[in-house]
């Protein structure tokens, strides 16, 4: 499979990736896609993302959120994708919809955290965590369109390689997202 | 008159389909091995009209074929671009209202619901979550009720009505705060007469009546709808034509 869309000469397309309330199954699903990345990295440069060293995020082409929204800090990253990306892609079940993170949801917090950390089995120093350093959980887990606006879903947990290869080839075309009946699945 | 000269048609989407005065265009569209996207529809079972996901354009005008009647020479469009999307909308609101984490549910690959929706191509359910906090009812020795994923179809309410004989099942309340109840001074399953065996434990086109001890045996892959889309294998009789799409199934372009 050819990416058709060539990006002009000597500029790459830029790509940040970010996991939320995600469990990187996604960005696993994106390296499943094997030797088909070094075809992607001759097209693509990589700005922050897991894979990368970088801390902070630049303008982009293209950013890929795997998981949903569950505390303050993913928020923030969520928003800063929104600001730096052209085109901002909820990738997986999580980012869709809040995936099984959200069956939480069902819960009210403080009885999720009181579980947790204080009465729990097996609690050792029982007490929730309350140092400023660590962000705050929201009562609820939120799938990211009800945060900010996105440009392509896909959904699937994870994705396949071929379904998130699909995904790649129709941003990089700026055309609709086509997936066969093979390549979709919520599950 | 012969029998011939009795039938009638209609077109769907340019294709002549036969029909009997009475049929609706769902029940004539089936007979012919047509398929229309339905949840709540079911050969066998009085029409409900609850889902909307069967939409047609019948001369110009939207309506459910599950419970229109088909009339001669009508005009009906149905795997149209824009009625497409008219069931996606219908289906993203049924996916918003409920808790439907198909990842973490034992009916995912056998579901209809999301069967229906791989075949209306939808992504994303695209509206806020409701996110319902309704409890799971878990009295029952056999049998699973969790009304997070009920679509309210009513399936189970006229199967156990009509054929099981034993009226278990009913929905009741007002607009979003509807739900299905069983016949029970306590309100559980497990304090009626409900069995596994029933009609009504087999009909539920989601994950919402759930048997027991059965989670997860059938392979990935080897899912009623891993195997062939919800067009070929839902409650049609396979024709010819089924068939050619059954080749092309795993390339078929579908959102």
Not at chain 1, 4 to 19: D, L, Y
Not at chain 2, 178 to 204: N, Q, W, Y
Request: glycine fraction near 8%; charged fraction near 20%.
């Amino acid at each position: 499979m050819n990416m058709r869309a060539e990006p002009p000469v000597g500029q790459k397309v830029r790509v940040a990736t970010a996991s939320l309330a995600g469990c990187f199954g996604c960005h696993m699903s994106v390296l499943d896609m094997d030797e088909r990345i070094l075809d992607l990295v001759e097209r693509v440069d990589f700005d922050r993302t897991p894979l990368t060293d970088i801390k902070t995020l630049g303008p982009c082409d293209l950013g890929l959120i795997e998981g949903g929204v569950a505390n303050a800090e993913n928020v923030e990253v969520l928003r800063e994708f929104r600001r730096q990306c052209k085109v901002l892609v909820a990738v997986g079940a999580c980012a869709v919809t809040g995936g099984i993170p959200a069956m939480r949801n069902s819960v009210p917090l403080a009885e999720v955290l009181d579980e947790a950390f204080v009465h729990g089995m097996g609690l050792v120093n029982p007490g929730i965590p309350d140092d400023p350093e660590l962000p705050l959980l929201l009562s609820q887990v939120h799938p990211i369109h009800e945060v900010v606006r996105v440009d392509y879903f896909l959904p699937g947990c994870p994705p396949s390689a071929d379904a998130i290869w699909s995904l790649l080839t129709a941003v990089l075309e700026g055309g609709a997202l086509h997936l066969t009946w093979a390549q979709l699945r919520y599950d | 008159m012969s029998n011939d000269q009795q039938r009638s048609t209609f077109t769907l989407d340019g294709r002549r389909i036969p029909f009997t005065p009475g049929q609706t265009i769902m029940d004539a569209a089936l007979a012919a091995g047509v398929y229309i996207p339905h949840l709540c529809h079911k050969p066998g079972y009085a029409p409900h009209g609850s889902c909307r996901v069967c939409v047609v354009r019948a001369d110009g005008r939207e309506l459910s074929a599950c419970t229109a009647p088909a009339a001669a020479d009508m005009s009906v469009e149905s795997e149209v671009a824009d009625i497409r999307a008219l069931r996606v909308a219908v289906l993203q609101m049924l996916f918003a209202e409920g808790n439907h984490v198909c990842p973490a549910c034992e009916a995912s690959g056998n579901c209809t619901l999301q069967a229906v929706a791989y075949h209306c191509g939808m992504l994303t359910p695209r509206f806020p979550q409701r996110f319902p906090r309704r409890a799971v009812d878990a009295s029952h020795p056999d049998v699973i009720l969790d009304h997070n994923r009920c679509i309210l179809c009513e399936l189970c309410v006229r199967a156990s009505r009509d054929h099981d004989g034993k009226r278990v099942f009913a929905v009741s309340g007002r607009g979003i705060t509807s739900k299905l109840i069983v016949d029970a001074p306590s309100g559980r399953l497990g304090d009626t007469d409900f069995s596994a065996e029933d009609a009504a434990a087999h009909v539920c086109p989601v994950g919402a009546i759930l048997p027991r001890d059965e989670a997860f045996r059938v392979p990935i892959g080897q899912r009623r709808f891993d195997l062939a889309p919800v067009s070929r294998v839902g409650d049609v009789a396979l024709d010819p034509d089924a068939e050619v799409l059954a080749a092309d199934a795993e390339s078929e372009v579908l959102a």
